[in-house]
Nanobody, 114 residues
Framework: VQLVESGGGLVQPGGSLRLSCAASTRIFSIYTMGWYRQAPGKERELVADITRGGIITYADSVKGRFTISRDNAKNTVYLQMNSLRPEDTAVYFC?????????WGQGTLVTVSS
């Protein structure tokens, strides 16, 4: 399964971005989809994920600011990021997983700076 992210870029503090991740699979709906991020010198961390049943988990640092959603008809997961902060700067990775399998996208850079 290939995952292709888009939507990263440079944004000022307080701004918004929407990331998209398209998956090349006919059975997208069965997977848990997630967004992770990795800042320079730090470990990769979970930002948010959404299960096949729509159960959502957010990292404490993004609750109230980020929203994850999925469109099973388009095989796509989204991450709407509002009120961005400099500490949100990182490479954001899309993740697809089910029992026995996991796939990663190539990552998209988000830079929050004035």
């Amino acid at each position: 399964v290939q995952l292709v992210e888009s939507g990263g870029g440079l944004v000022q503090p307080g701004g918004s971005l929407r990331l998209s991740c398209a998956a090349s699979t006919r059975i997208f709906s069965i997977y848990t989809m997630g967004w992770y991020r990795q800042a320079p010198g730090k470990e990769r961390e979970l930002v948010a994920d959404i299960t096949r049943g729509g159960i959502i988990t957010y990292a404490d640092s993004v609750k109230g600011r980020f929203t994850i959603s999925r469109d099973n008809a388009k095989n796509t997961v989204y991450l709407q990021m509002n009120s961005l902060r400099p500490e949100d700067t990182a490479v954001y990775f899309c993740n697809l997983r089910a029992i026995g399998t996991t796939n990663w996208g190539q990552g998209t850079l988000v830079t929050v700076s004035s």
